[in-house]
């Protein structure tokens, strides 16, 4: 990033980038309501954001939509292990995938362009709620938002791998995470 951009000094050895430039995002998107075609019968999950806990995982979700919306309506499912995160209302909310779904226009899907063994995943999933909320928000009518050009200039501070697994060890320890 350009040095004008730095919010603070991050040790010897991490980097600040956009986080655009480090994850391929997916948006969702949600089929029309009024058209029972997308949703009777449906099979495929549809994650909402009220299916999302905070540093949760998903199991099932309250919706599924058709397998003529999976067809007609969407690009492609995200696979189990997905990370995602909302950038509309709940701001910076992330869980991980443990069921294929599809999901709403709230939400990315995010595929890191290089990650070991999910551990950049899993610093981004406890990283991500709190810098989102610092990220160049909207307001909307029902709350805050990131357009996509917030989310993809959203500043990541990035250290070295082995530093990722420890904070990663760290934060699920003081959050008592089983694994």
Request: charged share 30%; proline share 0%.
């Given at each position: 990033i350009e040095e004008n951009e730095i919010p603070f000094e991050v040790p010897e050895g991490w980097e600040w980038c956009h986080f655009g430039e480090i994850v391929n995002m997916q948006m969702g998107k949600t089929p029309p309501r009024g058209e029972a075609i997308y949703w009777e019968k449906g099979t495929d999950s549809w994650v909402s954001i009220s299916d999302m806990k905070d540093y949760?995982?998903?199991?099932?979700?309250?919706?599924?939509?058709?397998?003529?919306?999976?067809?007609?309506?969407?690009r492609k499912k995200s696979p189990v292990g997905t990370l995602i995160m909302s950038f509309k209302l709940t701001v910076g909310r992330t869980s991980i995938l443990d069921i294929p779904a599809y999901h709403n226009e709230a939400i990315i899907s995010i595929f890191p362009y290089c990650d070991l063994n999910n551990s950049f995943r899993d610093y981004l999933f406890y990283l991500l709620p709190l810098l989102a909320n610092l990220g160049d928000s909207k307001d909307a009518i029902k709350g805050k938002t990131l357009n996509s050009n917030s989310l993809y200039n959203l500043l990541i501070p990035l250290p070295p791998l082995s530093e990722q697994k420890r904070i990663v060890a760290k934060v699920e320890e003081l959050f008592g995470v089983m694994r």
């Open positions: 949760g995982h998903i199991t099932k979700t309250k919706e599924k939509v058709s397998k003529y919306a999976a067809e007609n309506a969407f």
